[in-house]
Structure formats: C-alpha cells, structure tokens
C-alpha cells in the first residue's frame, strides 16, 4: 500500500557531477509524513503494535516503476540521517548504479509494513548536469536526472548502458539531416556504422557511414533524407538510430542523456523537411533516444 497525499514531505535535492544525489528533508515535514503514514498503515499494523516499537529507523523508498500491469520488484533503501534540529539527509552514492527507468520516491517513517508515502520535489539544484556532455563517461554510463511528476512527486529517471552516443547538434536541411555526436564507453574502430532501424520492421536498415574525429570518439553523420522516404513503408514509420563503432560491435544508441533534462520529447522541437512527398522530422523519444519520423503525404 502506497500514501500519495497532498500533505507529503518535499525532498530538497542537490545533484553533483558523478550523479551523487542528496536529498533533504525539513524536520516538521518529516514528523507530518510520519503521521500520515501511521493513519494509512494503522490497520495493517494493529496486529504487530509491539513490534513497531523497535521498528526500523526512518529511511528513503525507491522503486523502480514496473511496466503496466506489472507488480514493483525492484527497490532501493537509502538511509536517514537526522543533524540535531536540522533536516534530515539521505545521499544516493553514484555506485552501485541504479538500473534504467524511472524511479519513484518515497519516505519509509515506520516499519516496513507500514505505508511510504510518496515524496513531492522540493528545492531542486542541477546546475552540476547543464554540460555533462563535456566529460567523457567509462563504460558503463549511469545517468540520473530527478524531476517532478505533473503532480509534483519526486521522480529519478536513470539510465544504464554499457556505451552511450550523446547527440548534440542536429541540422535539418532541404535534403539531408546532419547529427554530432559523441561516443562514451567505447571509440570508433575499423568498419564502424551508424545505422538507422525501421521501428517494429525486421528489413535491413539505412547505413551511413560516420566521420570521426582525431580521438575516436566525435563523430557527425548525414542521413539523405530521398533514401531514407525510399526505404520506409506506404504508411510511413520511425527510423531508431543506432552506432556500431566497429563492425563486430554491438549497436549503441543516439540519445541525448548528459543534462539537466529527464524529459526532452516535448521540450525540444525540431524543424520539419519535406522529400519524394513525404514529411520528415528528427525527435526524441520518451527515452531521450533519438529517432527520425517519416509520413507520407
């Protein structure tokens, strides 16, 4: 059982250049979400009344959201630490990573059948992610954006990939679409590729090849956009990109993950182009991954 109350505790959260995120939280909003949860979880725990009096020190609930219709099984517990009348504080080290999707936030003030209650966004500092992209990242790249739901629930959007491409300038012209990017986790090697994959079709893909830089990992690529019309079914589709960075490699995908923004479809709009009667348009996805919209007509 879950408390989602308008009077829940707001969670201050400052985020460093590694991803580490620390969380405060005001003492008053930490006694009144106790007593929220207590309300909620009090018929669970009237059979265990004696028990709760050694319960568990206060701590931070994650949950990884499942898919639709799928029950939570992923979660992670960061411990409270109060300072005297001050706020209490949590921190979320960068390792051990935490696994891609988005993670919702909550206070655990009881025992641990009592009900969390879900944390709303506070103060929140993320200047340290404006130019992440300019520090290259080992393999694997962890990413970690908090932000606010609608509603204005703490939420950590996380990503984990064994290598990353990181968008960065994209250049849409009356023929052709020019992408700079960035790879981390890997470098560009003999027979490298970027690839374009029709969502939800098994047929070949558009292959580009890459122009890479002296270090082996910048790289531009330009996709012909009369091609790419020719190659996408009558009732149109989306194109996925992907780079090999060498031709045994495994495909990594073109995102743009290393900022401040966990939600970047809506918020970055790309101009259009038209080619063979068709309109084409580069975007990112839910995920922050890039892809390449084709319809006709």
Request: net charge neutral; glycine share 8%; charged share 25%.
């Amino acid at each position: 059982m879950t408390t989602e109350t308008g009077a829940g505790a707001r969670a201050n959260c400052v985020v460093d250049a590694e991803g580490r995120i620390a969380l405060e939280l005001p003492t008053a909003a930490m006694a009144a979400t106790a007593g929220a949860a207590e309300t909620v979880g009090a018929a669970e725990t009237a059979a265990t009344a004696g028990a709760a009096e050694t319960a568990a020190r206060p701590h931070l609930l994650l949950r990884l959201r499942p898919k639709k219709g799928e029950p939570v099984t992923v979660r992670r517990t960061v411990p409270l630490e109060a300072a005297g009348d001050g706020p209490a504080r949590a921190v979320l080290e960068p390792l051990p990573a935490l696994e891609e999707g988005r993670w919702d936030v909550f206070l655990q003030a009881g025992p641990d059948d009592t009900a969390p209650v879900r944390l709303r966004q506070g103060l929140l500092d993320l200047r340290a992610l404006v130019d992440g992209q300019l520090r290259d990242r080992p393999s694997p790249v962890a990413v970690r954006i908090p932000y606010a739901t609608k509603e204005g629930y703490l939420v950590v959007r996380a990503w984990l990939r064994t290598a990353h491409a990181e968008a960065a300038r994209i250049e849409v012209g009356d023929r052709s679409t020019t992408v700079t990017a960035r790879l981390h986790g890997a470098t560009f090697e003999e027979g490298a590729v970027v690839r374009l994959r029709m969502r939800g079709s098994d047929t070949p893909g558009c292959d580009v090849r890459p122009v890479t830089d002296g270090d082996r990992r910048g790289f531009r690529f330009t996709v012909d956009h009369e091609e790419l019309v020719a190659g996408t079914p009558a009732e149109g589709g989306v194109w996925d990109v992907f780079v090999h960075p060498a031709a045994d490699a495994s495909p990594v995908r073109v995102a743009r993950l290393l900022d401040d923004v966990a939600d970047r479809k809506a918020s970055f709009v790309h101009p259009t182009a038209r080619a063979a009667g068709a309109v084409l348009r580069p975007y990112y996805t839910l995920d922050n991954d890039l892809s390449i919209r084709v319809a006709r007509g």
